[in-house]
């Protein structure tokens, strides 16, 4: 590769920051740190996508139990590590504090800050947006309205609203979605691994450097 050419961009999936993140497996870590090393040293620039993230932060707090303020001061650093190319950056790293300041799920931050940015209502009625700095849209209640439901809620609805119905026919549609099945699988085994994984991350991912304290100029905020 020449001066003139600019390294080529690789999508990073979730599984590979997680594998950054725990070190667990031994095996698959070291083939991320390989790849982190080598964005490091400018071969490769790897993007990352708000949905990866998302996804990052619902397995560690839900599988791997890390509490929310970890989760959020590890992937604030690893956000900012050079060589990456995170689409909408600084509004990620606002979302990662906001959950942590406001205990809210990290994806009703993400869309708290989303609204921030561009002024407009949150239609929702999840009232913990009423303390995320945005606007909730009133919905008037409609009990006829369920005449209208898009074919997927009737059917829920006409289960008579049991749990186990509902359960029953989550599992139904699950199976008909090879990718799904997987991703279960595969967060079945990692279930209740222990959180201390999760603090090798200077060590297995970034070779035992120091958090880096400003945003990388990887970050792209698109809107």
């Excluded at 999936?13 to 083939?31: C, F, H, W």
Aim: net charge positive; with cysteine.
């Amino acid at each position: 590769m020449t001066h003139a050419e600019s390294p080529p961009h690789v999508w990073v999936d979730a599984n590979v920051v997680l594998r950054l993140l725990t070190g667990k497996p031994e095996g698959q870590a070291r083939a991320a740190a390989a790849l982190m090393a080598r964005a490091d040293a400018g071969e490769v620039r790897l993007r990352l996508c708000p949905l990866v993230v998302a996804e990052v932060v619902w397995v560690l707090t839900s599988a791997y139990d890390v509490p929310r303020a970890q989760v959020a001061e590890v992937l604030t650093s690893f956000l900012a590590s050079g060589g990456l190319v995170v689409e909408e950056g600084m509004l990620l790293i606002a979302a990662l504090a906001q959950m942590v300041e406001q205990r809210v799920d990290f994806i009703d931050a993400y869309l708290a800050a989303k609204a921030r940015l561009s002024g407009a209502p949150v239609a929702t009625f999840d009232r913990d947006f009423d303390r995320l700095g945005v606007e909730r849209l009133a919905l008037e209640l409609d009990e006829d309205a369920r005449l209208g439901l898009p074919p997927v809620a009737a059917l829920l609805s006409s289960l008579g609203g049991t749990r186990g119905g509902r359960r029953a026919l989550l599992r139904r549609a699950h199976r008909g979605i090879p990718s799904c099945r997987r991703r279960w699988c595969d967060v079945g085994r990692r279930s209740r691994a222990p959180a201390r994984g999760i603090r090798r991350l200077h060590h297995v991912a970034l070779g035992g450097r120091a958090p880096i304290p400003a945003p990388a100029r990887g970050f792209v905020d698109s809107p």
